[in-house]
């Protein structure tokens, strides 16, 4: 019988999905084990990086020798916190492996080949273009040590933002879909201006998601945040810090019981600026960030480049006199919404929009 590997390393990356967002500065991985043309066991990588998807796989007590495993990053080779991957490959019995992306971490890229080629174990890189843009997240980390930077905007059929008749844009179903994009990410970048009118409380109303919702990152350079919102109010459940100019203590004084973490900038005004907020970010350890806001700072985050993709929701709805924006729609106008993401949200439309290489 032919062996369809692509249809088990779609599984791994099925499995990795799951995690995507919440593994700390590892990358998630996933993980399945396939013997006899059946698949015996899975992992991913766990909550906060460790162990990875290769310990969790194999820690079951069965027979894998003789088995292949498909992972859809090659295996460690280096000693960490953690002994390498390969290791525990080898001491399983395992016969082929099979990975879809090399490492860049330098203390394994490219040598697990070589490694697992040793105990005679063949190891064989195979692409899938489905899941091209899996790890960019990582890669952006590894090479720029900067956070991924993506955003997410609904509009109408006429590109209006608001809808002066109701709070929603899109559908049921389109905002449903956004809390499933905001569950693989570790941290909301928002403003106080959007919060204050939407009072948003930012999280993953699914079933099974809402524990492990992003934290929140609130833009409120002159402190303009309302004490009475519900975000706020549920802000012991995860941490919220607020990137602000203003040193009033007992402003600060005020949100530090509520839970909120104070950050102070001088300003926020250049890309300069900016780029220096995205990298205080990221040594708090948040590398997956989704933009939600106004118009206002989504259109200076496109205008300096910063944003690598957009999820844009289009209504098949035009508002005409009952849309409006609250600053130019020139700069979403611009996108190409050339890839329609397959999912069915009846007769919304969700693009995924590729801005920034990494």
């Known amino acids: 019988m032919k062996i369809n590997h692509n249809n088990y390393l779609k599984l791994a990356f099925e499995n990795a999905k799951v995690n995507l967002g919440k593994t700390n500065a590892n990358p998630s991985v996933g993980c ?3 013997k006899n043309n059946s698949v015996i066991s899975s992992g991913r990588t766990s909550l906060s990086g460790r ?11 069965k027979n894998f020798n003789e088995a292949d495993l498909y992972l859809t990053l090659e295996p460690c080779t280096h000693y960490g916190l953690t002994p390498p991957c390969t290791n525990l490959i080898i001491k399983k019995g395992i016969k082929r492996v099979f990975f879809s992306f090399y490492d860049i971490d330098k ?3 490219r040598l697990s080949k070589k490694e697992l080629n040793k105990k005679k174990i063949k190891a064989y890189r ?8 899996f790890y960019q997240s ?12 993506d955003a997410k905007i609904a509009i109408s059929k006429d ?22 994009i905001r569950s693989e990410y570790d941290a909301i970048v928002s403003t106080s201006k959007s919060i204050n009118s939407d009072n948003s409380l930012l999280n993953c109303r699914l079933n099974g998601f809402n524990k492990n919702k992003p934290d929140v990152f609130i833009i409120d350079i002159n402190f303009k945040i309302k004490k009475n919102l519900k975000l706020l109010k549920n802000s012991k459940k995860r941490k919220i810090f607020l990137i602000t100019s203003e040193k009033n203590s007992k402003k600060i004084s005020t949100l530090k019981k509520f839970g909120v973490k104070v950050v102070n900038v001088k300003r926020l005004d250049s890309k300069y600026d900016f780029k220096n907020l995205f990298k205080t970010i990221k040594k708090l350890g948040y590398n997956r960030l989704l933009v939600e806001s106004g118009l206002i700072f989504l259109n200076k985050l496109l205008k300096y480049k ?11 709805v035009s508002l005409k006199f009952q849309g409006k924006n609250n600053s130019s729609n020139y700069h979403i106008k611009k996108l190409k919404l050339n890839h329609k993401v397959k999912v069915n949200l009846q007769k919304d439309i969700l693009y995924k929009v590729k801005i920034r290489n990494v």
Do not use: D, G, Q
């Open 32 to 34: 399945v084990v396939v």
């Open 51 to 61: 162990p990875h998807a290769e310990a969790n796989a194999l820690k079951i007590n």
């Open 107 to 109: 203390r394994t890229s």
């Open 126 to 133: 195979k692409f899938n273009k489905e899941y091209a843009s």
């Open 138 to 149: 990582y890669f952006t980390n590894k090479k720029k040590f900067e956070p991924l930077i």
């Open 159 to 180: 590109y209006y933002t608001i809808n002066r008749n109701s709070k929603w844009i899109t559908n049921l179903l389109s905002r449903k879909r956004a809390h499933l």
């Open 306 to 316: 910063l944003i690598y993709n957009m999820f844009v929701f289009k209504s098949s």
